[in-house]
């Protein structure tokens, strides 16, 4: 279990986390591409996507998981440290942008950012404003490019996966 406490106030808190795509029921429902030992933080609400901490990896790290990736990677690294990913989240609006980095380029992310600007309403502004309040975040307005300076850097050798996933994939360990 992650000893994060800046992510266990956060989880603490009651609000609408579903609005800014960091849904959480309890259900720690793991797919055959989540790492071994994962600790999940939220989710999307669609296609599986969600995020996590790999204590094996970081007890800071915070990586996306899709279990239908557009790109080369089941997994990948989004911020360096929790604080880094709300002030992220705060900056796009949502976490769903996020994981979507790995395969776009900054002109498609800033087209997507632009088409989810209408769509906001009041229980995203609630969560949005509770993060901001609550843990004196700002938004990181270079989003983009630390995602990508981070996922360059990476070893993504090192995510643990479990027999089965390298089963589904076809690959030996």
């Known amino acids: 279990m992650i000893s994060n406490v800046l992510f266990h106030h956060y989880r603490d808190l009651t609000f609408p986390k579903e609005a800014i795509g960091?849904?959480?029921?309890g259900n720690d429902t793991k797919y055959f591409c989540t790492p071994v030992g994962a600790e999940i933080i939220g989710w999307i609400g669609v296609d599986g996507i969600h995020f996590c901490f790999i204590s094996s990896i970081s007890s800071d790290m915070v990586f996306?998981?899709?279990?239908m990736p557009c790109g080369k990677h089941y997994v990948e690294p989004i911020a360096s440290n929790f604080q880094d990913f709300l002030s992220l989240v705060l900056f796009?609006?949502?976490?769903s942008p996020?994981?979507?980095?790995?395969?776009?380029?900054?002109e498609e992310f800033s087209e997507l950012l632009k088409s989810d600007e209408g769509n906001?309403?009041?229980?995203?502004?609630?969560?949005?404003?509770i993060l901001y309040t609550e843990f004196g975040i700002?938004?990181?307005s270079n989003?983009?490019?630390y995602v990508k300076n981070l996922q360059a850097k990476f070893d993504y050798s090192i995510i643990p996966f479990s027999e089965e996933y390298y089963e589904i994939i076809g690959i030996e360990r």
């Open 22 to 25: 960091l849904e959480w029921n």
């Open 64 to 67: 996306s998981v899709n279990p």
């Open 92 to 95: 796009c609006r949502s976490a």
């Open 98 to 106: 996020l994981e979507q980095i790995s395969r776009i380029s900054r």
């Open 120 to 129: 906001s309403n009041l229980e995203q502004e609630v969560a949005l404003n």
């Open 138 to 140: 700002e938004a990181q």
């Open 143 to 145: 989003a983009y490019q």
